[in-house]
């Protein structure tokens, strides 16, 4: 149901933008998150974003260099990084965030490698 | 933030065993709204998170009813009751009651 890409190689100091689609009528309505994974470690979250966009929340040590944002009318969330260091090397994974709903899916996730 | 703290990290199991691991919390994870918004993970080797129990006690659709959820306030304990080989990976609880939504650190559960 859900779909990432964009992931790469990038340098340090370089950006990269992220998508995540998604399948069937409903992801208008499905609050979505960005939830990333370093090599060999645990879940880490980075963002949230409402239904139409209107509202995102951020982890505080991911305010300033990423951005979530969607297009409903695509089925399409996207994750801008920017200025990217060696610490943001993981797979990001986008996920439904519909707190205490039955609804849950997450994509196969994208890996994002910093390095020169 | 929220400070998940998982135990133990490492659980060596028998098949057909039954099998426990806790997540404590920093904070009580009871929202205003009455509802408790703590959620148990499972990541399989190589595959994506897939939640398994939301909401303290809900399991989601699909999920064996030989795993269990309990809990409330700031303690709460995911179990099996009985262990097979296609439940071995990390399993992490998450609350999503206080912003930012936070996980645990992990519980690698393993067939001795």
């Known amino acids: 149901q859900l779909v990432e890409s964009g992931g790469g190689l990038v340098q340090p100091g370089g950006s990269l933008r992220l998508s995540c689609e998604a399948s069937?009528?409903?992801?208008?309505?499905?609050?979505m998150r960005w939830v990333r994974q370093a090599p060999g470690k645990g879940l880490e979250g980075v963002a949230n974003?409402?239904?139409?966009?209107?509202?995102?929340y951020y982890v505080d040590s991911m305010k300033g260099r990423f951005t979530i944002s969607r297009d409903n009318a695509k089925n399409s969330l996207y994750l801008q990084i920017n200025s990217l260091r060696a610490d943001d090397t993981a797979v990001y994974y986008c996920?439904?965030?519909?707190?205490?709903?039955?609804?849950?899916?997450w994509g196969q996730g994208t890996l994002v490698i910093v390095s020169s | 933030d929220v400070v998940m703290t998982q135990s133990p990290l490492s659980l060596p199991v028998t098949l057909g065993q039954p099998a426990s691991m806790s997540c404590r919390t920093s904070?009580?994870?009871?929202?205003?709204?009455?509802?408790?918004?703590l959620s148990w993970f499972q990541q399989r080797p190589g595959q994506s998170p897939r939640r398994l129990i939301y909401?303290?006690?809900n399991r989601d659709s699909g999920v064996p009813d030989r795993f269990s959820g309990s809990g409330s306030g700031t303690d709460f304990t995911l179990k099996i009751s009985r262990v097979e080989a296609e439940d071995v990976g990390v399993y992490y609880c998450?609350?999503?009651?206080?912003?930012?939504?936070?996980f645990g650190q992990g519980t690698k559960v393993e067939i001795k």
């Open positions: 996920t439904t965030a519909i707190r205490g709903s039955p609804i849950n899916f």
């Open positions: 069937g009528s409903s992801f208008s309505s499905y609050w």
């Open positions: 974003i409402k239904t139409d966009g209107s509202e995102t």
């Open positions: 904070q009580s994870l009871a929202h205003s709204d009455g509802n408790t918004y």
């Open positions: 909401k303290v006690s």
């Open positions: 998450m609350q999503a009651t206080h912003w930012p939504w936070t």
